[in-house]
């Protein structure tokens, strides 16, 4: 008959005890590995450290030869230690040699053992090290032996990461796999660089209290934890804005389900009959589906995964009584927070002088927290797998919102570097600050109007900062996707107010509700379509939608009383459109001067050409309007027929083509003939070298995101227009796929200034 282990909460109590006393850090590890190895009635235990370059280091052992400690040395995957780190699961082997990833070791003496018991050591699913314990005789470890061990391994893995172990053995650091450098790849939702130290926006729980001083009192505050769980959970699922039906029902309803799970609930309940406490128990659960998630390559799995993991999280905050994330705790100057979503107000709810970038695990181009990140300038890299599991507070981290890449925890190497590409552009900041008061013309003087695009009210600083002469464009849809409803006409008026007031002198045009394709409103039910860019969005609905325009035209009117308002409407197909809708604005003109409203001293309508066949409607368009502005972004995405959103097509066609500037040719051509003032704002008109070419071909207005303003004055005060026309122009004829490189020639030979 075997003899029976004493229970595991005895060996967690001496544990403690242990790990409490006084001694140095060997000298503890090796009277865990005697208590251990006593308990569990076995002649062997030993302790494997997770060394820097992924090696298992023997760090303590009872029962093996004494000579092999700190020399006896595993990869990852090698022998059956290696195999428990590869698979981050126990293993329980009677007749340890029969398995055929044994390794034979003759320093350590262990041929004389048969059974073995080895269980990871697992921090936030990472592998810290492997426990094991061996017989001489052949035995198959009992079920709640391998949970005894899998407790234990949890306890000792607070003393692999307290970094005690720093002192034992060579004088390298411990890796814990959370003190690795690691670069890992996203998608870039927002441009610039940052370099700083990562603040989890919800704060990592560190478990202080492990071992339960009453395992009754500790179910009952686990099961009271579950309980509050599932009335969060339900609360959540059932309000208003979340209970229409509609896949992320599906998600929700999945979610519900795990958290009702009962087998979720008696692994937790078992892990506290072990003798942890209730968080200790959820911490433990969360480990082993993180080493699930972090091994497993389906992408259902991973999603069902995650949810167990967000609930793990919920269920550690009820029972330490944590809330909230570390937007109101102390940031560093240089935050990166790193979240695996946030909503806009909770990017908001941060300092802004102390964040300088944003990682998310999720997150979309469109998403809200991406919207502000871009509006103030500060760079976002999403979709960045496992950003979560790998860092912590505190540790050091490179954002490069440019390429979508992440480092952290860099290697000095790549600090310094990315350091000189952080002080480049800080130079050239500066650059382009001297530039502001100087004046945006050509270097043979022909003056260039540089405006920006805008979205938000805290995009309107920037119109000082940049020097530029007014917001060529104002995305008004942006106010709309942040809000939770419908933004009632009180609250439109105060906006486009205060974004008035912000920009005092200088001309705002305001571009009516462009919803459709990507941007959508949560509160506003669309209807599933094939091709949601050629579908019902942009000027389509709002003709369909009279009163929505109408209310928005409205609030346009009373908030520019007594000043000059320029509206103008996107996705515009055909001059009858625009005729329609700028019968609207006459309409609602009329009823506010009726009622004795203020007037806009000036008022301006015009319509963007962002859709192919309005260019051959253009003499028809042209007197009915009294500006056009050119949406290059959706007129490059139409004529091309190229999805402007698909990463796999965004370099198949070039702006700088033949037919494409051809076109623009033939729009200016036809405003100058209708003397219709024309503004290029899709991104092509930040860009230096596009931008050249668009002033080569005439344009004299164009609108940018802000950060261009700089670049694109530089480009052009290095410019002489006329020599530029002239070896453009005769370019248009080209069967070539793009220009570019003629172009560049152009440049580089004439001395025009391109950086940026
Ligand atoms: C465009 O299409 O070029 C444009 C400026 O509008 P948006 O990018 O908002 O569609
Ligand atoms: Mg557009």
């Not at 094991?132 to 032996?145: G, P």
């Not at 927070?337 to 695990?361: F, I, K, P, T, W």
């Not at 000095?412 to 382009?432: M, T």
Request: charged share 25%.
């Amino acid at each position: 008959m075997q003899p029976a282990h004493v229970g595991p909460r005895v060996l967690l109590r001496r544990l403690r005890e242990v790990m409490a006393g006084p001694e140095a850090a060997q000298t503890r590890l090796n009277k865990i590995t005697t208590l251990i190895a006593s308990n569990m009635v076995a002649e062997v235990c030993s302790i494997y450290v997770m060394r820097p370059g992924g090696f298992l280091e023997l760090y303590a052992t009872e029962g093996l030869n004494a000579d092999a400690l700190h020399e006896t040395k595993l990869r990852v995957g090698e022998g059956l230690v290696g195999v428990i780190a590869a698979n981050a699961s126990p293993l329980n082997l009677p007749e340890a040699q029969a398995h055929p990833a044994f390794k034979y070791l003759p320093e350590t003496g262990e041929e004389v053992y048969h059974s073995f018991l080895g269980v990871p050591v697992l921090r936030s699913g990472l592998i810290l090290g492997v426990l094991t314990v061996q017989n001489r005789t052949q035995r198959h470890y009992s079920e709640e032996e391998v949970e005894a061990m899998q407790t234990t391994a949890m306890v000792l893995a607070e003393v692999v990461a307290s970094g005690e172990l720093d002192e034992v053995g060579e004088a390298e650091e411990v890796d814990l796999g959370h003190t690795r450098s690691h670069q890992l790849s996203g998608a870039s939702f927002s441009g610039g660089v940052a370099l700083g130290h990562v603040v989890l926006h919800r704060p990592r729980i560190h478990i202080t209290n492990l071992i339960a001083e009453d395992v009754r009192a500790e179910k009952e505050r686990l099961s009271a934890g579950v309980e509050r769980l599932r009335e969060s959970v339900d609360t959540m699922i059932t309000a208003p804005d979340l209970a229409r039906s509609g896949e992320h029902r599906e998600v929700l309803e999945a979610y519900r389900m795990f958290a009702h799970d009962r087998g979720w609930v008696r692994r937790l309940q078992e892990a506290v009959d072990t003798g942890l406490t209730a968080e200790a128990a959820v911490e433990r659960e969360q480990s082993n589906t993180r080493a699930r998630m972090m091994r497993s390559r389906d992408p259902y799995l991973q999603e069902r995964l995650h949810d167990l993991d967000d609930l793990a999280n919920r269920l550690l905050r009820i029972l330490t009584g944590t809330t909230g994330t570390a937007a109101g705790g102390e940031l560093p100057k240089d935050a990166i927070v790193v979240a695996r979503s946030m909503g806009a107000a909770e990017l908001l709810d941060y300092d802004r002088d102390r964040v300088r970038g944003v990682v998310l695990q999720e997150g979309g181009g469109n998403s809200h927290a991406t919207i502000v990140a871009r509006a103030l300038g500060i760079p976002l890299v999403g979709q960045v797998q496992g950003i979560l599991n790998l860092s912590d507070t505190g540790d050091s981290i490179i954002v490069d919102g440019d390429s979508g890449e992440i480092f952290l925890r860099p290697l000095q190497s790549i600090r310094e570097a990315y350091g000189e590409k952080v002080s480049l552009y800080a130079k050239r900041q500066a650059q382009y600050t001297r530039l502001r008061g100087e004046a945006a013309q050509t270097r043979d003087g022909t003056p260039i109007n540089l405006n920006i695009n805008a979205g938000l009210l805290m995009d309107l600083p920037h119109l000082e900062r940049a020097g530029a002469e007014g917001i060529g464009l104002f995305r008004t849809e942006l106010q709309f996707m942040i809000a939770s409803s419908f933004p009632r006409m009180d609250e439109q008026v105060s906006y486009y107010r205060a974004v008035l007031d912000s920009a005092g002198d200088k001309p705002v045009v305001f571009r009516t509700l462009d919803i459709g394709a990507d941007k959508t409103l949560p509160y506003l039910h669309h209807g599933q379509e094939e091709n949601p860019a050629l579908g019902w969005r942009a000027i389509r609905m709002s003709l369909d939608r009279p009163a929505l325009l109408k209310l928005q035209l409205r609030a346009f009117l009373k908030a520019a009383g007594g000043r000059k308002l320029s509206v103008m409407f996107p996705m515009v197909a055909e001059a009858d459109e625009f005729r329609k809708a700028r019968a609207l604005v006459d309409e609602e003109f009329a009823f506010l001067t009726r009622h004795g409203h203020e007037a806009p001293t000036e008022l301006r309508v015009g319509a963007m050409i962002e859709v192919p066949a309005l260019v051959w409607q253009l003499p028809a368009l042209l007197p009915l309007t009294d500006f056009v502005s050119v949406g290059t972004n959706d007129l490059l995405q139409f004529l091309f027929a190229y999805d402007r959103g698909n990463p796999q097509l965004a370099a198949q066609y070039d702006a700088l083509s033949p037919a494409f500037l051809s076109l623009m040719k033939q729009i200016v051509e036809q405003s100058e003939k209708h003397k219709v003032p024309l503004t290029v704002c899709g991104e092509i008109a930040g860009m230096p070298l596009e931008a050249l070419a668009l002033m080569a071909l005439g344009v004299r207005s164009v609108s940018m995101v802000p950060a261009a303003i700089g670049p694109v004055k530089t480009m052009l005060r290095s410019v002489d227009l006329a020599a530029a026309r002239e070896v453009i122009l005769p370019l248009l004829d080209h069967p070539d796929h793009s220009l570019r490189d003629e172009i560049l020639r152009f440049a580089s030979k004439s001395g025009v200034q391109l950086h940026g």
